[in-house]
């Protein structure tokens, strides 16, 4: 294999490595701010200066009008998995520690990929050791679920009623998560290009956090700290971090992208030392550690079907070409 498909195939991988590292320090810190501020007061104001950047410096605006008519059904989805997606996990955050949440919803997050996988990309199926680290990967969220009932996580003691939304919240998240990886993938394949699908990706988002904040008259005061850790949020952690994560996923498998995810936990783990109203608890690192190795096997899988797909140097291509013909 020559250096150059080598790097090609690293990059995608790469991107979404970068797109966990942001994303981590971001979850702990947006763990935090909910404490004080609602979910949707975030959201909402982070994603309209995150739209209004993507749009307004995207040149062929025709250009993304013909795309979008064109794939208007992926852009809806798209547009609704993004908006689950972020007001879950952010309402996820008020309920358990960044660590146990991206725990939960990264531990599900595979087995969910590999079952939309069926419907969405019918093309790909998942490899053997995909579903042995899917699988390791649920036995870790559940032991995880049964330390925070327990009392046993950073926390501390949940309320049954604050648990059960918060496990629904974390499900909410996997799901629309794999169906952001799904979408995203298809809208690429079909021609649209990362820059067209964010300047198109926050409209239903940006609406329903709007509508519930007025429902629930959840404004937040516009304090200069508040202000600032909200720019902090919409400059950092969406739109520098969604953009590694959208040209990742374009050159990714989404089964990769969901096993990659697995690098959130120990990240988030280790920055989330800086929480004063967090004291870190054994079983999570246990949980965090038995998901990042079953996401380390099943990364390891596929990049080794890869390597084999391509073919090693001086391997017979003839029969290949036999067959195209």
Sequence with gaps: ?????????AAGPLLVLGYCLINSTKSVFEGALVQDLSPEFIAFHSFVVAQAFYFFTLRDKRGLRVVVKRCLADVVMLNVSTAVCWIAVLYAFTVFEPAMANSMIIGLGPAVTIALGFKLRPGTKALPLELVAAGAMIVAMAYLLVTASNGESAIGDVPTRQLVFG???????????????YYTKRLGDAGMSVRQMMASRFVALIVTTFVILVVRGSFGPYSPGNVGAILAISLVGVIISLYLLQQGIVRTEPITVSMLFGTNLVITYVIQYVDPRLHQSQDTFYGVLAISLAMCLGTWARWRAGRRDVGEPGQDKAPQAEAKA
């Design 167 to 181: 496990i629904v919240m974390c499900v909410l998240t996997t799901i629309s998560l794999s169906g952001v990886t």
């Design 1 to 9: 294999m020559s250096s150059s498909r080598r790097l090609a195939l």
